[in-house]
């Protein structure tokens, strides 16, 4: 069956301008993580969403991030007026629910800030 | 706070010959323990992981890994090891049941380098 998807895969973006990345995770996968990959900080875990809610926002680094999840399914995670900090691989990752504890993760969205 | 420590960033190693990726953790709870394989320009695969019970466990690809709660380590371990092994492996935390959310915490990677 289909996997988790993230689109786009590269975006190439100047600094202070708005990005949005998406995640579609397997079909009937209630929990889905953010997870940021970056040369300096390694795998970071940003945010979690059981269905629609965000129970824990822990790892987002600052107010400019934020994301939400409609339909228990599609989630968006947006950076606003971003920074060359920002520059990283985002990863998405579904899972049957929070303690089924495989997680399935998408290929990720390669992110530039220039 | 959870936290996770590879050894080694690097582990180079010729074809055919066994490996072991090192994997300590720290954590004042309880955690479950899982190795992942990241292969160039591709996510993350579960290879294997550790919830409870036998504390070898076996995964994908001929890999095993053994949880030692006394030595607070999860080591992966291969016998005999392929080029198509080359990839980085990261080992990750996430606290067993009460209150947890399911979330990750990795160490920071081991790039294996299986040479010919």
């Known amino acids: 069956g289909a996997g988790v998807s993230q689109s786009p895969s590269n975006k190439v973006t100047e600094k202070g301008k708005d990005v949005e990345l998406r995640c579609d995770p397997i079909?009937?996968?209630?929990?889905l993580y953010w997870y940021r990959q970056s040369l300096g900080q390694g795998l970071e875990f940003l945010i979690y969403f059981q269905g629609n809610s965000a129970p824990d926002k822990s790892g987002l680094p600052s107010d400019r991030f934020s994301a939400e999840r409609t339909g228990g399914s599609v989630s968006t995670l947006t950076i606003q007026r971003t920074q060359q900090e920002d520059s990283a691989v985002y990863l998405c990752?579904?899972?049957?629910?929070?303690?089924?504890?495989?997680?399935?993760f998408g290929p990720g969205t390669r992110l530039t800030v220039t | 706070a959870q936290s996770v420590t590879q050894l080694d960033s690097q582990v180079p190693v010729f074809e055919e010959a066994p490996v072991e990726l090192r994997c300590n953790y720290s954590?004042?709870?309880?955690?479950?323990l899982f190795w992942y394989v990241q292969y160039p320009n591709q996510g993350l695969q579960l290879l294997l992981k550790y919830l409870s019970g036998s504390t070898l466990v076996k995964g994908i690809n001929g890999f095993e890994a053994e949880f030692n709660k006394s030595q607070t380590s999860f080591h992966l371990r291969k016998p005999s090891v392929h080029i198509s092994d080359t990839a980085e492996y990261f080992c990750?935390?996430?606290?067993?049941?009460?209150?947890?959310?399911?979330?990750?915490?990795f160490g920071q990677g081991t790039t294996l380098q299986v040479k010919p």
């Open positions: 079909s009937g996968h209630t929990a």
């Open positions: 990752a579904s899972s049957l629910d929070q303690s089924s504890y495989e997680q399935y």
């Open positions: 954590s004042s709870v309880s955690v479950y």
């Open positions: 990750a935390v996430s606290e067993s049941p009460s209150g947890n959310t399911g979330k990750l915490i």
